[in-house]
């Protein structure tokens, strides 16, 4: 299960209502910033988050809504000695701007007080662990060299606990080998393979997650079967042509990659306040019923699905 929260979801400029676009994806103590606009670390405190562990930022794209954040958030970072390092991603063009501002602006010759590592990212694996990776795929926008991320929990096998019953194999280190693959030999002297106690695999939880995009469809196979995709809708229809003009999505769009990609769930961000939302959800959900519509501090908790 991965847990979203959003930080900032208007496109462009913020509003009253809306921060500009960051979202944190977290998966049991790992947590992970997606852009950093202007305005996030206060969205941070007040969405609760907290600064902690927060070291691993993924950038989509360069577009200053998207990276200014970064300026205030290292400043306070490097007054602060609980975190230890500070991994941020994207790629070359995207960090070319991410160090003027960093280095030019920021530290201009001072040292950050703590590792800062700026990561260049291709499409394909970027981070792993032993219970999901993150892969990185391009997107079209506006000329940027964007990307997007899909986190993806490995499928796995449960444990059949009334299965472990039957054999009479006990709580404990015997059980944790099994969940992990490995075959034990209890102390009655009977060996137990992890299969006699281990279900049928089931896919992991995949969660995507798009920044600004024009032509979204080229998306389909990179987004297929998520358990939740979140992505812009910038516009409406009925400014279609400013759509493409600015390399952004339609909500209509949106929900397109959604169905056709056979998404379970569909969130949007990055809205312009000249629409309402409802006026959003409504173009959408016409299309692909389960979209949700993210405000700042909004929640989900992703799961894989249960077929
Ligand atoms: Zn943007
Ligand atoms: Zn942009």
């Known amino acids: 299960m991965f847990e979203l929260v959003f930080l900032g979801t208007s496109a462009s400029a913020p509003s009253i209502r809306r921060g500009l676009s960051s979202l944190v994806v977290m998966h049991d103590e790992y947590r ?35 990276i200014l954040g970064l300026a205030g958030l290292l400043s306070t970072f490097m007054r602060w000695e609980a975190i230890e390092e500070v991994n941020i991603y994207g790629t070359q063009h995207t960090l070319d701007r991410v160090h003027d501002l960093l280095y030019g602006v920021v530290l201009r010759g001072q040292e950050p007080g703590m590792p800062l590592n700026l990561i260049e990212v291709r499409p394909g694996p970027i981070f792993r662990t032993n219970k999901f990776e993150i892969r990185a795929f391009p997107v079209d926008h506006r000329g940027s060299s964007s990307l997007g991320y899909v986190f993806e929990e490995f499928p796995h096998r449960p444990f059949l606990t009334d299965a472990a019953e039957r054999l009479d194999i006990p709580p404990g280190p015997w059980r944790k080998d099994l969940v992990q693959g490995k075959e034990i030999t ?34 389909i196979d990179y987004v297929r079967d998520s358990d939740a995709i979140v992505t812009e809708a910038t516009y409406l229809t009925e400014e279609l042509d400013m759509a493409e003009k600015f390399g952004h999505s339609t909500a209509e769009q949106s929900a397109q990659l959604a169905k056709q990609a056979n998404a379970k769930m569909l969130i949007l961000n990055h809205v312009s306040r000249r629409y309402r939302d409802d006026a959003i959800l409504a173009e959408a959900q016409a299309i692909f019923p389960n979209t949700h519509l993210a405000a700042d501090f909004d929640t989900f908790q992703i799961k894989a699905r249960e077929d």
């Open 32 to 66: 992970f910033m997606v852009d950093c606009g202007e305005g996030t670390q206060r969205q941070i405190l007040r969405s609760g988050v907290g600064f902690k562990r927060l070291n691993h930022i993924l950038l989509t794209h360069g577009h200053l809504d998207h």
């Open 186 to 219: 209890l102390q009655d002297g009977r060996v137990i393979s992890p299969d006699m106690v281990l279900g049928e695999a089931r896919p992991g939880t995949k969660l995507s997650v798009v920044g600004d995009v024009g032509k979204p469809f080229k998306l």
